[in-house]
């Protein structure tokens, strides 16, 4: 999927997340600044994406869609968060990282989530950049515009 899916759609998570957590030792900037961060992190790993293209050297290593779509590195992660920062910070992290593979499930090529212990692959029907995830994107704007109207009244 499109890196303006990812921020768009990461956005709109945080913002309907952030209330069910709005106990905890985090401020709401910091969880949404935190979890869209994490959201762009997976396609580290595609030497052509808007993060890949400026450490080409992880896109030489790693296969695009292996290890990186998995929810190995979101643990790897989150857990310094949650030992440095608390909980909170840990879970924007990994729930963002998580949207990022959530929506990339959508797509033909899929996301196996806990390889390489499994070659199972959670895959969809959308082509990255196709009609279908323009209209997903149009649909996440409409959600994030009712979440700031909804937050304002
Ligand atoms: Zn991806």
């Not at 050297?57 to 989150?78: D, E, Q, T, Y």
Request: proline share 4%; net charge positive.
């Amino acid at each position: 999927m499109m890196f303006k899916t990812h921020l768009a759609f990461s956005f709109l998570c945080s913002i309907i997340l952030w209330p069910f957590l709005s106990g905890s030792n985090i401020p709401k900037w910091a969880f949404v600044l935190v979890f869209i961060l994490s959201s762009v992190i997976p396609d580290i790993d595609c030497n052509s994406s808007v993060l890949g293209k400026r450490v080409k050297v992880i896109g030489w290593i790693f296969a695009h869609r292996g290890i990186f779509h998995s929810i190995f590195p979101a643990i790897l992660i989150s857990t310094p968060l949650l030992i440095f920062f608390g909980a909170g910070y840990a879970l924007a992290s990994f729930t963002g990282y998580l949207s990022h593979l959530v929506l990339d499930m959508l797509n033909h090529q899929g996301v196996g989530l806990f390889f390489p212990l499994s070659r199972w692959r959670i895959k969809g029907f959308m082509k990255s950049g196709g009609l279908a995830e323009r209209l997903l994107f149009v649909l996440f704007f409409v959600g994030i515009f009712i979440m700031m109207f909804l937050s304002k009244s």
